[in-house]
């Protein structure tokens, strides 16, 4: 490099213009300051994570998903086998909130990709669409794509041959229609052969239901679960008769009639029967058991839920994710349900465990001893839209909640709040989500400058081995770029400092310069980022 162009390079560039000297070209982001454009990848896994249909305080959701469209449909076209094994592995490890992006491309891949591409998609359906619920939503999409060739009515088909009968038994139970399909229509339509006898008892009960009425005797073990939800929906004036059914078929909440849910009986069988209500439905549920007194009918209610609710194995069993847990605790402790006219006093033990659960619930990490900063951003964009539709948790209060995951896990951690001024945030690591939900919300907003925590840090000199900023990456107010702050923090405190960039939102930028191996940028509330942060901390850039 040439000594002028040296000399520019010393000059600081405001984030309104394009970094001088990048290696990679800068763009213009939403907010009209400049940063660079993420991977293809990692846009990827942002639209797999994050979503794009809540949209944000620049883009709307069309504008973002239009956005989104334009990276990933080409590349289905480039390199479908890769975009079907991402979606896989993101929905098998549960590293997202919500399976309707993974399904969506799922269907993109199965009508516009290559023969190969198809044929992945196709293999991938029983392991994405692991509900009735995931299958009836593609099942919308590939009618709406243009219909069923014979690769997709086969794709469809193996979800139903493929499993046991006892699970699949469990499935078209539960999840009977949704999407404006059911079992039966797809059965019809695809032409699944039973692969067993059990099979086939199922598919007669699907599509002809007991011809002669709901017998007195349990037919066959196949049909139990059918069997057993026909003898609870005929006894919906007995919740006590509906409560042993429960008991001795570990019958789900799905399979019972919506007359008995009222009953704390019913319930508390439900709860204390193995295998008779999950994860998902357990925290969805929360409200409702304790708007009619289960818990001060039921001793040991309670310290059943939050027994489930701290049980690591079962949360991952379950692929329970991170924002489901704290959208399920920022609407229990609300006192109220987010439609309907439910309302309920909020339970203390209950809220402990679902504070423990949303910690368990991220893939375990090992402190790495590492000085940290984390700073959140804010600005006035952090405060508008929903991390993947999730009501209630916007991004500001989602970066919040991850940078507590941090700070209790960290040893050495300092935690700060920016817009377009800084502020320290004094959390103990025994905070609770709702503590820095109230500290975080009392924080004025502004504009959005990502530089200042790292200036902050070397204008004092603050000894930190990696920065975490939790951004929207519309950053704009700055005199500096926060990766040229980085370089000038290296240089003046002689310390290979690190940036990891947390993205809390769908779009298409970063502030992590791609070329730089001390920068990394993460998905936030991807379930596996705690993990991937902490061996990034621990690894040395100048290796690899």
């Known amino acids: 490099m040439s000594r002028a162009a040296k000399l520019h390079q010393l000059i600081p560039t405001g984030q309104r213009a394009p970094l001088a000297g990048a290696k990679t070209p800068q763009v213009k982001n939403n907010a009209g300051g400049y940063s660079w454009k993420v991977s293809d990848q990692q846009r990827l896994e942002r639209f797999l994570i994050l979503g794009t249909d809540a949209g944000s305080y620049y883009a709307s959701p069309r504008e973002l998903t239009l956005d989104a469209c334009a990276t990933l449909l080409p590349m289905i076209q480039r390199d479908g086998l890769g975009v079907v094994h991402t979606l896989t592995e993101v929905s098998v490890e549960g590293r997202a909130p919500r399976q309707d992006p993974a399904i969506t491309l799922l269907a993109y891949c199965l009508k516009s990709g290559d023969l190969a591409t198809r044929q992945a998609a196709a293999a991938a359906v029983p392991q994405v669409c692991r509900t009735g619920t995931h299958l009836f939503q593609l099942a919308r999409l590939i009618d709406q794509m243009g219909g069923w060739g014979r690769l997709t009515r086969k794709a469809v088909g193996s979800w139903y041959a493929d499993k046991g009968w006892d699970a699949l038994g469990l499935q078209l139970a539960k999840y009977q229609q949704r999407e404006g399909w059911s079992h039966r229509d797809l059965l019809r339509l695809c032409h699944v052969r039973p692969p067993t006898l059990g099979h086939g008892e199922l598919f007669r009960w699907v599509t002809q239901g007991f011809p002669e009425g709901v017998p007195a005797n349990q037919p066959s073990e196949a049909l139990r679960l059918p069997w057993a939800m026909g003898l609870a929906q005929a006894a919906k004036a007995d919740p006590a008769q509906v409560a042993a059914l429960v008991r001795q078929h570990a019958l789900p909440r799905e399979c019972l009639p919506s007359e008995v849910l009222n009953n704390p009986g019913v319930w508390s069988a439900l709860l204390h029967t193995p295998g008779a209500i999950g994860m998902t439905a357990l925290l969805r549920n929360l409200g409702k058991m304790t708007s009619i007194g289960l818990f001060s009918r039921d001793r040991g209610a ?171 990456n519309e950053t704009w107010f700055g005199k500096v770029h926060p990766a040229a702050a980085l370089r000038a923090y290296r240089a003046a405190m002689n310390r290979p400092a690190k940036l990891i960039v947390v993205g809390m939102l769908g779009n298409a930028f970063t502030i992590a310069d791609p070329n730089d191996p001390g920068m990394l940028d ?15 901390a621990r690894a040395d850039p100048t290796r690899g």
């Not at 993460?522 to 990034?536: Q, R, T």
């Open 302 to 472: 309670a310290a059943a839920v939050c027994a489930a609710l701290t049980d690591p194995r079962a949360l991952r069993a379950g692929r329970i994710h991170p924002l489901s847990v704290l959208v399920a605790l920022h609407t229990y402790r609300s006192g109220r349900g987010l439609r309907g006219g439910l309302k309920w006093a909020p339970h203390d033990e209950v809220c402990a465990g679902l504070e423990k659960a949303f910690h368990a619930s991220f893939h375990a990490v090992r402190p790495t001893g590492a000085r940290h900063l984390l700073a959140v951003d804010v600005s006035g964009s952090m405060g508008c839209g929903e991390i993947a539709g999730m009501t209630g948790i916007t991004p500001r209060v989602g970066a919040a909640a991850m940078a507590l995951t941090t700070l209790k896990t960290e040893p050495s951690t300092e935690l700060y709040a920016f817009s377009h001024t800084l502020q320290r945030v004094d959390l103990g690591r025994r905070a609770d989500l709702e503590t820095v939900h109230r500290t975080f919300d009392a924080i004025p907003m502004g504009g959005t400058d990502c530089a200042l925590p790292i200036e902050h840090a070397r204008t004092h000199r603050i000894p930190v081995d990696t920065f975490v900023v939790y951004t929207d």
């Open 522 to 536: 993460v998905v936030g509330f991807d379930s596996s980022a705690p993990a991937v942060m902490a061996d990034f």
